[in-house]
T-cell receptor, first 112, second 114 residues
């Protein structure tokens, strides 16, 4: 049972444009959401997070939007840069101090 | 400050064998979590150790086990290896239990079972 779903295995976006990565979840007990970025041969690195009491969190070029009623969150990257090419994992946790459930990841390709 | 280190980085084993993977957390971190990454399933949580005690466990068979030492270093063991155990095994360390955003991942151990 996949509680965190990233339905797009891959996404290609032109450099300079906006990249939008989507994530859906099924567990209404999740109240903290994270995005991780992973390059080949490296472990994932934390990118940005959002608490369920917010609907938006911004950090530089990265913005995460949360729609609790739809159980949907998205990561926006503006503008997209070549170094953004990586696998992005959406993750969720019911409590800040509980185990993290990851999605399967979306591979983002930034095209020149 | 040194990052999370995992040894070995690559491993090839045959079915039926067992394997032990090692993870050294960032100095001062007391929590170590283990994940399995496969193309089909993404990142799946195996277990978390905090102060030498298993605090949380994912949905994996008993063939997967782990332990944590007093210096916070952790080992993961997989017995009776199956072809489906081929994966990238990642460990992550954090100062406190659960970790959340404060988890720092190692580069992983790539296990291939033939």
């Amino acid at each position: 049972d996949q509680q965190v779903k990233q339905n797009s295995p891959s996404l290609s976006v032109q450099e300079g444009r906006i990249s939008i990565l989507n994530c859906d979840y099924t567990n209404s007990m999740f109240d903290y959401f994270l995005w991780y970025k992973k390059y080949p041969a490296e472990g994932p690195t934390f990118l940005i997070s959002i608490s369920s009491i917010k609907d938006k969190n911004e950090d530089g070029r990265f913005t995460v939007f949360l729609n609790k009623s739809a159980k949907h969150l998205s990561l926006h990257i503006v503008p997209s840069q070549p170094g953004d090419s990586a696998v992005y994992f959406c993750a969720a946790t019911p409590l800040r101090d509980d185990k993290i459930i990851f999605g399967k990841g979306t591979r983002l390709h930034i095209l020149p | 400050k040194a990052g999370v280190t995992q040894t070995p980085r690559y491993l090839i084993k045959t079915r039926g064998q067992q394997v032990t993977l090692s993870c050294s957390p960032i100095s001062g971190h007391r929590s170590v979590s283990w994940y399995q990454q496969t193309p089909g399933q993404g990142l799946q949580f195996l277990f978390e150790y905090f102060s030498e005690t298993q605090r949380n466990k994912g949905n994996f068979p008993g063939r997967f086990s782990g332990r944590q030492f007093s210096n916070s270093r952790s080992e993961m063991n997989v017995s009776t290896l199956e072809l489906g155990d081929s994966a990238l095994y990642l460990c992550a360390s954090s100062f406190r239990y659960g970790g959340g955003r404060e988890q720092y991942f190692g580069p992983g151990t790539r296990l291939t079972v033939t």
